[in-house]
């Protein structure tokens, strides 16, 4: 097999991208992002920080940084995020440090945020935003699969259903949408528009000087 070298096309510069996943909760999105991340090391999770409770099995850093709301007030006056929303009664923001060196390096970020924080995303950082917005293959296999997970109470999971409807309006703010029916269609779907996304030719920052070396007489 022929390794790739520096002269290569597959180890031109690019810039990262900004990957996001929104869905109703419960459509899959937690799911399809362990199976992007744990697949592909060139993407990343931001972590958002938030001011609602740990969950069980959570862990701080790794799947949010849990903050306290006297924090979070600090965090936005110090203009540290990219975006923030309320959501579910809670504070939820996603911090800029990281993900503004990551994408100059060629880092790719994936996105679990709602519609409000990809419309602010979007406005600020266009060109390096991909929206992706999965849908439940009916509203009865939507409960079904909030039910299943056994995380949340019966009450939690009625405000998350009321609320589903209201998140489900907003698919036409995206630039895909995949219906989450097969999980393993469902991933192979998501990873296809990340590949083609990746090879953007204004993502490819590299090859400006590739093709100048290609013409050289
Ligand atoms: P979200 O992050 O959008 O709230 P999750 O990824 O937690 O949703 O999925 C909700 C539940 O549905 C989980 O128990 C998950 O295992 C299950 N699930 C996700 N996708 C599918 C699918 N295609 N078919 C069946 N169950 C699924
Ligand atoms: P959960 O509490 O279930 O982890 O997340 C609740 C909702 O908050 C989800 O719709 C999730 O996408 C959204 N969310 C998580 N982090 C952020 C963030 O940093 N910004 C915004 N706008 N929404 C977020």
């Known amino acids: 097999m022929v390794q790739p070298t520096p002269q290569s096309s597959d180890a031109l510069h690019r810039r990262g991208l900004m990957f996001i996943l929104s869905s109703p909760s419960g459509a899959g999105k937690t799911t399809i992002s362990r ?4 697949g592909d090391p060139a993407i990343r999770l931001s972590v958002s920080a938030t001011t609602r409770p740990m969950r069980p099995g959570e ?3 790794k799947d949010y940084h849990f ?15 990219l975006e923030w929303a309320h959501v579910f ?14 994408l100059r390096e060629g880092q790719d970020f994936l996105f679990d945020i ?21 849908l ?19 009450e939690v999971i009625a405000a998350r259903m009321e609320r589903a409807r209201a ?13 989450n029916d097969d999980i393993e269609e469902c ?19 590299g090859l400006i000087g590739f093709v100048r070396e290609l013409m050289r007489p």
């Open 114 to 134: 709602d519609w409000q924080g990809t419309q602010q995303l979007y406005q600020k950082l266009e060109t390096d935003v991909v929206r992706v917005f999965l």
């Open 67 to 81: 903050v306290t709301q006297e924090q979070f007030d600090q965090m936005i006056e110090d203009e540290q995020f």
């Open 167 to 179: 998140e489900i309006s907003h698919w036409d703010g995206y630039d895909y949408v995949v219906v």
């Open 35 to 38: 199976m992007l991340l744990e």
């Open 187 to 205: 991933f192979a779907k998501v990873r296809e528009i990340l590949h083609a996304e990746r090879m953007k030719r204004a993502r490819q920052t």
């Open 89 to 102: 009664g809670h504070s939820y923001g996603t911090p800029k440090a990281q993900v503004k060196a990551g």
């Open 136 to 154: 439940p293959p009916s509203i009865d296999e939507l409960r079904r699969r909030l039910t299943g997970r056994g995380t949340d109470s019966a």
């Open 59 to 61: 862990v701080d850093g």
